[in-house]
């Protein structure tokens, strides 16, 4: 029986990360590998953890998933996760809320009042 590693564990935890905004923004497995311009078998063996993608390809996907590269290279335990960076990803996700258009005003505070009460706590 083969071991594994905390590595192998990292990059099965970015494959279903990846898997799961996949899933959110509903896209095939090969509508996503189309846009990030890799193949589907590729973009299938980093999804089941069995590829580590180099930066660009991380890139690349985040791209296509609308998310950022640096969200993206912190899964991947590329990037230290800092007070700055956490504090900029929370204003990123009060952002998108006040964008949603599809959001009333009342459900937009909610949505972030909700959101910094979880963040917020010690």
């Given at each position: 029986m ?78 230290e996760?800092?007070?700055?960076r ?21 459900q937009?505070?909610?949505?972030a ?10």
């Open positions: 083969a071991r594994t590693t905390d590595s192998d564990d990292l990059w099965r935890g970015v494959g279903d990360f990846i898997r799961s905004q996949r899933e959110l923004a509903n896209l095939s497995l090969r509508q996503l590998a189309d846009v990030a311009k890799i193949s589907n078998p590729y973009l299938s063996q980093i999804e089941r953890g069995l590829h580590k993608p180099s930066a660009d390809v991380l890139k690349n996907i985040a791209a296509a998933l609308q998310i950022s590269a640096e969200t993206m290279y912190a899964q991947a335990g590329l990037l996760d800092t007070p700055e956490a504090a900029r990803q929370g204003s990123g996700v009060e952002e998108a809320i006040r964008l949603d258009a599809r959001l009333s005003a009342d937009k505070e909610t949505l009042r909700i959101y910094r009460g979880f963040v917020e706590r010690p």
